[in-house]
């Protein structure tokens, strides 16, 4: 299976990995922007450890939390969603999903990711998959996926051209792509964010 480089893994994991543990669910939260590196040092609103690099994306909790500003630790070890009983995404599709186990982690331990209307998280070979960033059609060129994303036609359900569909995608949309890619068998995957996109 293919791998991409994690820049946070190469800046943070790598050098302290007890601090800024791995995310099977979301490889490179610091290149999807849901992790955010501060100048100087902010304080982490469930452990209270004061941190330079902290999430800084969606997080569902009826407790009046303005800026859920997580260590990658909290996020990892449950605490955050613990302390203020709360979920970083939702776990779609987890009926297809083999294990409740997995669910608890995307959903209690796996950092979100930032989309115009709300996240869905794709499933392939029983198991959640690994997100890996949103995308234009450029990048999908790129990386040599056309063909590859055109045989998946969950995200074509609304489309009248699936190509004109894919073609229009942007990396922060309306329509938005977001790509995928499953742990198993390294197929890769786009969930399209259509909000706002046939107004």
């Excluded at 099977?24 to 040092?41: C, N």
């Excluded at 979920?87 to 294990?99: A, I, L, P, W």
């Excluded at 198993?184 to 046939?198: A, K, M, N, P, T």
Aim: aromatic letters at 14%; one cysteine or more.
């Amino acid at each position: 299976m293919e791998t991409y480089k994690s820049v946070y893994v190469e800046k943070y994991h790598k050098s302290n990995p007890d601090i800024y543990p791995l995310f099977r669910y979301h490889p490179d939260p610091l290149s999807t922007m849901v992790f955010e590196e501060a100048e100087e040092s902010v304080p982490c609103c469930c452990c209270g450890r004061m941190t330079t690099l902290y999430y800084d994306g969606p997080f569902h909790t009826d407790d009046d939390l303005d800026e859920p500003r997580f260590c990658p630790l909290c996020i990892s070890d449950g605490s955050a969603a613990e302390k203020y009983d709360g979920e970083f995404t939702y776990g779609s599709d987890s009926k297809s999903v083999d294990g409740p186990d997995k669910t608890d982690e995307l959903i209690h331990r796996t950092p979100d990711y930032i989309t115009p209307s709300y996240s869905e998280w794709r499933v392939h070979c029983n198991d959640y998959c690994a997100y890996l960033g949103s995308v234009n059609y450029s990048d999908i060129v790129e990386m040599g996926l056309v063909d590859e994303l055109m045989e998946d036609t969950y995200w074509q359900e609304y489309a009248e051209s699936p190509i004109d569909l894919l073609k229009s995608l942007e990396r922060y949309g309306p329509p938005q792509g977001n790509l995928f890619q499953c742990l198993s068998c390294g197929r890769h995957l786009l969930f399209v964010d259509l909000e706002y996109c046939f107004e």
